[in-house]
């Protein structure tokens, strides 16, 4: 999971608007749990914490564990280093945004149009666009329940984005109906 809801650092009355002065953060704010699901093949270790890290704010040792595989790293005795070390978490985001996790697509093919929804996915309210990338990174958290402030701060900043860029924002930027992935 990932946390953008926790990391925006705007404000309502920001210069520029709430959404100039998000994402600053490296990492999670307040006092997080320690994100330690039983795991066989990704083991936490005692006194080590796997909240949100990084640009991407990777939880859990789920993901710490198998982004320091792909990296070359043992993220799961040394969370700490994608807070600390600018190229690990910029390599842990990467890992992320371009991983497929089953039943998930990556966040890469979603936004560059190569995913395809399958029937469940359909069934589901899962259709190509941002929505689904909100699913990806925190659908248990912030799908299928509404209109909510999370999502549409995930939306504003991704909007601001595409802006500075250039780009167009696509269709299906919510997640308010979709069932999370399983």
């Not at 999670?28 to 083991?43: F, I």
């Not at 949100?52 to 595989?69: F, M």
């Not at 990556?106 to 469940?120: E, F, L, Q």
Request: charged share 15%.
């Amino acid at each position: 999971m990932v946390h953008s809801f926790r990391v925006q650092g705007g404000w309502p009355t920001a210069p520029d608007g709430p959404y100039a002065w998000g994402y600053c953060f490296k990492e999670e704010r307040g006092n997080p749990p320690d994100y330690c699901t039983p795991n066989q093949q990704w083991p936490c270790v005692p006194g080590k914490k796997y909240y949100g890290r990084g640009p991407i704010q990777i939880t859990h040792n789920y993901n710490y564990g198998p982004a320091g595989r792909a990296i070359g790293m043992n993220l799961l005795n040394s969370p700490e280093t994608v807070a600390n070390d600018p190229v690990v978490s910029f390599k842990t985001a990467f890992w992320f945004w371009m991983t497929p996790q089953s039943p998930k697509p990556s966040c890469h093919d979603v936004i560059t149009g190569t995913w395809r929804p399958s029937a469940a996915d359909t069934a589901a309210g899962r259709v190509p666009g941002y929505g689904v990338i909100t699913n990806i990174i925190n659908g248990g958290i912030e799908c299928g329940k509404g209109s909510n402030p999370q999502v549409e701060d995930r939306i504003g900043f991704y909007k601001r984005y595409c802006d500075i860029l250039g780009v167009g924002y696509g269709n299906n930027l919510d997640c308010y109906n979709q069932r999370p992935f399983a």
